[in-house]
């Protein structure tokens, strides 16, 4: 949770910075010697049933073709649900009803590569679960705990029903009490929910106003879940869990230990601060420190992980949480989904997949155990703005020269899928980092995200100074635009590379535009494991520059080109990629007050131009609007940057 030095390029002290779902298979590219045998689709209609409010997962297969299948849903949809580019259709059901989707599998099959499609029937019903009532007009005495006659509090409520099949129905109002959830649901007799019954419409607030914070646990939460399954949070404004003291570390949702099937939905949480006394000012968290956490899911078994977490249409903002995140996934978390959330206007890192911190009982710290390593995850359709760690003044954690607050973070964790995110008005958009020396941050994929208007740097991977590192990072098919505006922080421009970046880092289809301040499109702290090509470059408003290679004792980039076709030959990268104006829609915009429209226009350069990794299923499901489909094998190519037309 506490924080290390950061160091790129100059020595800079940061905080915690970061960066997700599994890559199922090698990044390596291949190519086919022999005819590949029909592509057939084998999952038979119709598809298992699901339920409103709890999750699903259901996994596509076939045959057939070269092995390593893309998926996509080309017709119709099913509310709440998304498939993943390894045919994984998942999510929580949002309505009750019977659908018909059409999934299309693309293989791997060069040059050409061969489809197929299938039409699955799939029905979402009503939850069966017993349903209780509170309100805060109702009595914990004398309430039967009907809608005529409701509970008081959600806490009587908890104590008094039983285990599966209970729905809690909290009606509108204030509830002055913290919510500790200690029941399970199960697979057969459904979830454990507790929900705003007026969601949308009306609003059901767990106010911690009055709420003692205690110690114990990874965090103390508000709302607090402790070894659970089958447990569904949703609709709930939560806050007013604040706290001086250093010792203390207030969270709105707190989950941990292990379990499975949770799912936190539609939760608007707020006000959460520590304001304790910081032991340091310079950008280092000393010890003590005052933490707080937004959202935290921390796995602390170390042989039973949490899995299946689902973390949807939250918001998060207005938080204080010192050396600590706002969304964060630690530890022995094998398996989650955080998407379409919404985490602005805080004062540290958006949102966090971490590991190797010893978190999980039984490890040290920067242990490298995937025992202790958020894994195997996805961060989509999220969007992060406005957090920077400088924000509240010198007397702050981090001072004012410490530009650390990333959009998104990945630091020690492994194989998770970042996709489809809208990062703005941070200090890094995103970074796959490693804080310790043997922190396991690997085989991450980045794709089809927008990065814009960030202070320091757009997208950075590799360590953070001479401890950590990371490896076997892909970073495909986003768009970059002005990152690097404060000139304060010695920005690093659109694309960096920090220290200890080992094993195969590709870099392939995205757009980096550069800004006014640093016109630095690549920052290459270390080139020699890092392939980029097919880009899309434009410096139009600044002398254009590629950093290659860093010397450590003067601080300074070994080769510095100032043409793209300087830096093609000199840094032997780039080959199939362009230099020209990508011809954005609209950037007539200074974030956050005003926004750019980073689609392309009929005839930019980006149409078409980009390649298709291999195997296919690298390469993102859709653009980042998540409707397009973004390999359109008709003509088998594919846009540069983050939208596919």
């Known amino acids: 949770m506490k924080h290390a030095n950061r160091f790129v390029h100059k020595q800079r002290m940061t905080c915690r910075a970061g960066f997700l779902l599994a890559l199922f298979g090698s990044l390596l590219l291949t190519s086919n010697v022999a005819a590949a045998s029909a592509l057939t689709i084998t999952t038979t209609s119709p598809l298992p049933n699901g339920t409103v409010d709890s999750f699903y997962s259901v996994t596509f297969a076939a045959s057939g073709g070269t092995s390593g299948y893309a998926w996509t849903i080309t017709s119709e949809s099913v509310p709440g649900l998304t498939i993943s580019s390894t045919g994984v259709l998942s999510g929580v059901p949002t309505a009750a009803s019977i659908y018909s989707i059409t999934v299309q599998a693309i293989d791997s099959t060069t040059p050409t590569h061969q489809t197929a499609t299938a039409t699955f029937n799939i029905t979402t019903n009503i939850s069966a679960n017993t349903n209780y009532y509170v309100s805060p007009s109702g009595s914990d005495t004398s309430g039967s705990g009907t809608l005529a006659s409701p509970w008081a509090t959600i806490t009587h409520a908890i104590n008094t029903v039983g285990d599966p099949g209970v729905t809690i129905n909290a009606l509108a109002g204030t509830y002055n009490e913290r919510v500790s959830i200690t029941k399970s649901g199960s697979a057969s007799g459904g979830n454990f929910i507790i929900q705003n019954y007026n969601y949308p419409n009306g609003v059901a607030t767990i106010n911690g106003g009055t709420v003692t914070i205690g110690t114990g646990g990874y965090a103390y939460g508000l709302v607090d879940i402790v070894s659970q399954s089958y447990v569904t949070v949703s ?229 953070q100074g001479t401890p950590g590192g990371s490896s076997n990072t892909t970073v495909v098919n986003n768009t970059t635009w002005s990152n690097g505006v404060t000139s304060a922080a010695g920005p690093l421009g659109e694309f960096a590379t920090g220290t200890k970046l080992a094993g195969t880092n590709v870099v392939d289809n995205n757009i980096f535009y550069a800004s006014a301040v640093s016109g630095t499109l690549v920052s290459a702290q270390t080139p020699s494991t890092v392939t980029l090509n097919y880009n899309l470059y434009y410096a139009p408003s600044s002398t254009q520059n590629w950093c290659w290679g860093y010397n450590p004792n003067t601080g300074n980039c070994t080769h510095t080109y100032t043409t793209f076709s300087s830096y093609q030959s000199g840094a032997k990268q780039d080959a199939n990629s362009q230099y020209a104006d990508p011809a954005f829609v609209n950037i007539n915009a200074t974030p956050p007050t005003t926004l750019p429209n980073l689609n392309v226009a009929s005839g930019s350069p980006a149409l078409s131009k980009g390649t298709i990794l291999s195997p296919i299923s690298i390469v993102g499901p859709f653009g980042v609007t998540g409707v397009t489909p973004r390999i359109l094998v008709a003509n088998d190519t594919i846009d540069v940057g983050a939208y596919e037309q």
């Open 235 to 463: 609709g709930f404004e939560i806050y007013n869990f604040t706290t001086t003291n250093d010792k203390l570390t207030p969270a709105g949702i707190h989950v941990q230990g292990s379990g499975t099937n949770i799912q936190l939905l539609n939760n608007y949480i707020h006000h959460i601060w520590n304001t304790g006394k910081a032991s340091s000012h310079n950008g280092d968290c000393g010890n003590p420190s005052p933490e707080a956490l937004g959202l935290i899911v921390a796995g602390t078994s170390g042989t039973a992980p949490l899995t299946n977490i689902t973390i949807s249409g939250n918001e998060l903002t207005d938080l204080q949480t010192g050396c600590s995140e706002s969304f964060t996934v630690n530890g022995n978390v094998n398996g989650f989904l955080i998407s379409h959330n919404t985490v602005h206007n805080n004062s540290n890192i958006g949102i966090a997949a971490l590991g190797g911190e010893g978190v999980a009982s039984g490890y040290s710290q920067y242990n490298g155990s995937p025992n202790d390593q958020a894994r195997n995850g996805e961060i989509s359709d999220n969007t992060v703005y406005t957090i920077h760690s400088n924000s509240q003044g010198s007397s702050g954690v981090y001072g004012l020269k410490c530009y650390c607050a990333d959009g998104i973070y990945l630091d020690g964790s492994a194989s998770n899928i970042v996709e489809r995110n809208t990062v703005y008005d941070v200090d890094l958009g995103i970074e796959v980092t490693g804080e310790g020396a043997k922190q396991n941050t690997t085989n991450n994929v980045v794709r089809d995200n927008l990065f814009f208007y960030n202070s320091y740097v757009g997208i950075s991977i590799g360590g």
